[in-house]
Nanobody, 121 residues
């Protein structure tokens, strides 16, 4: 089994910063792409940022210049550094990872349970 656990959510004022963490554990041979998604009330889940195992990144236009997605391959951990937060960033943030559990396994998507980020004064 593979588990993804997010941490670091909470309440922050507009303009503030938060850092989310996503730690992968369990039966892991390798992790390919990892990403952060978010879902606001009444909205569809959307991609926020993604990073490959080689470190290439991709960001939603709405967060470019404000969010970064560092990754520590040795620790199977990914982060989302969020600066300049806006009320419209309020959502549940989900971690996703493409994981191979053994050498000739296919890469399967796994999801965390989510971390709530609320941006409000």
């Amino acid at each position: 089994q593979v588990q993804l656990v997010e941490s670091g959510g909470g309440l922050v004022q507009p303009g503030g910063s938060l850092r989310l963490s996503c730690a992968a554990s369990g039966s892991i041979f390798s992790i390919n792409n990892m990403g952060w998604y978010r879902q606001a009330p009444g909205m569809q889940r959307e991609l926020v940022a993604a990073i490959t195992s080689g470190g290439s990144t991709n960001y939603a236009d709405s967060v470019k210049g404000r969010f970064t997605i560092p990754r520590d391959n040795a620790k199977n951990t990914m982060y989302l550094q969020m600066n300049g937060l806006k009320p419209e960033d309020t959502a549940v943030y989900y971690c996703n990872a493409q994981v191979r559990r053994y050498y000739n396994d296919i890469a399967r998507h796994y999801w965390g349970k989510g971390a709530l980020v609320t941006v409000s004064s």
